[in-house]
């Protein structure tokens, strides 16, 4: 199994409090990324990471940030929690570009209930 | 822009029975197509993939065959387990970073 550590795998909060969501690998894949997963939505990509301070958008990055100043951690931020960011949020890994049929390796997933 | 649909379920089948959960896509040029697959409290994996027109990934008895005159990757199995019940995921990469992935398929096998 690769390395991939969600933290922490449980949390609630409340409306306009700041989250971290935090994913460490010990692969050292370049690759790393953040998605949201809904009834009816499936797999949703939050942000992005390709490389240290490389980072980009995803289709869902409305209220949220990341940040990624070592390769093997990548974190997830909400600055204002909002009722409609409660879901199961899973980081993935890859060690090469998704377009060379990179392979994405998941963590155990994050849920996060926000009242 | 780029996307998979694939067939809304949940699907429920006996122990044994043939299983087809459909894929189509939409995408310029010639993407990488994949399945993947979540079983219970688990994050996805990889089950196979296919990267040209007319591949077939398989893995653990699943079969699926890139059709690029019907833009297709339909998983199938001839002989479903109940170990096989789990969420799978068509997905799709293209000249990015990035991978989408359809809404997902829920699979119920009953013994």
């Known amino acids: 199994d690769a390395g991939i550590t969600q933290s922490p795998r449980h949390k609630v909060t409340e409306t306009g409090t700041p989250v971290t969501l935090r994913c460490h690998q010990t692969e050292n894949h370049r690759y790393m990324y953040w998605y949201r997963q809904d009834p009816g939505h499936g797999l949703r990509l939050i942000h992005y990471?390709?490389?240290?301070?490389?980072?980009d958008k995803g289709e869902v990055s409305d209220g949220y940030s990341v940040s990624r100043s070592k390769t093997e951690d990548f974190l997830l931020t909400l600055e204002s929690a909002t009722s409609s960011q409660t879901s199961v949020y899973f980081c993935?890994?890859?060690?090469?570009?998704?377009?060379?049929?990179?392979?994405?390796?998941f963590g155990e997933g994050s849920r996060l209930t926000v009242l | 822009g780029d996307s998979v649909t694939q067939m809304e379920g949940p699907v429920t089948l006996s122990e044994e029975a043939c299983l087809t959960i459909?894929?189509?896509?939409?995408?310029?040029?010639?993407?990488?197509l994949f399945w993947y697959v979540q079983y219970p409290g688990e994050g996805l994996q990889l089950l196979l993939k296919a990267t040209k027109a007319d591949d077939k990934g398989s893995n653990k008895g699943f079969e699926a065959t890139y059709r690029k005159e019907t833009t297709s990757f339909h998983l199938e199995k001839g002989s479903v387990q109940v170990s096989d019940s789990a969420v799978y995921f068509c997905?799709?990469?293209?000249?990015?970073?990035?991978?989408?992935f359809g809404k997902g398929t829920r699979l119920h096998i009953l013994p």
């Open positions: 990471s390709y490389g240290v301070k490389d980072t």
């Open positions: 993935a890994i890859s060690e090469s570009r998704m377009a060379n049929t990179g392979e994405l390796f």
């Open positions: 459909n894929c189509t896509y939409t995408a310029t040029g010639y993407p990488s």
């Open positions: 997905a799709l990469s293209n000249r990015d970073d990035k991978i989408i």
